[in-house]
């Protein structure tokens, strides 16, 4: 906790520091995840898909920012998720529409390996 003054003479003002902690999660390791495959994982109460895309590794919120359906379950083709109910396209390297019906991105999660173990996290 620090304390400060107004610099006017007036009363002292107390507040808190506050530090925001990384929190990075395994996911599976990198010998589970062939390439062009995705795995779904919970990270703090959001379902995050994670995707091989040529040996690089992305994540994003596995759902479609249309109408609120997974999409993990749909046709990956390259670096790009169609969404199995209305076809809206997403770049799974940087959450970006590429089609319609959605407009808005999905959230999208870094990725990092640790000791072979592929981990989904949030640094920021």
């Not at 590794?57 to 998720?81: K, M, N």
């Not at 396209?89 to 959450?95: I, L, M």
């Not at 959230?107 to 981990?119: A, P």
Request: with cysteine; proline share 4%; net charge negative.
């Amino acid at each position: 906790m620090g304390h400060g003054s107004d610099g006017r003479g007036g009363q002292a003002r107390t507040w808190n520091v506050l530090k925001r902690v990384s929190n990075w999660i395994d996911v599976i390791t990198e010998g589970e995840l062939p390439q062009g495959e995705v795995h779904v994982v919970d990270f703090e109460g959001i379902e995050v898909a994670v995707f091989n895309i040529a040996g690089q590794y992305f994540a994003i919120e596995d759902v479609c920012t249309h109408d609120g359906s997974e999409i993990s379950t749909g046709c990956l083709y390259d670096h790009v998720i169609e969404c199995p109910r209305h076809g809206a396209r997403f770049d799974v390297r940087t959450g970006e529409v590429l089609e319609p019906p959605a407009y808005e991105p999905v959230q999208t999660f870094k990725v990092r390996i640790e000791n072979g173990m592929i981990q989904v996290g949030d640094d920021q």
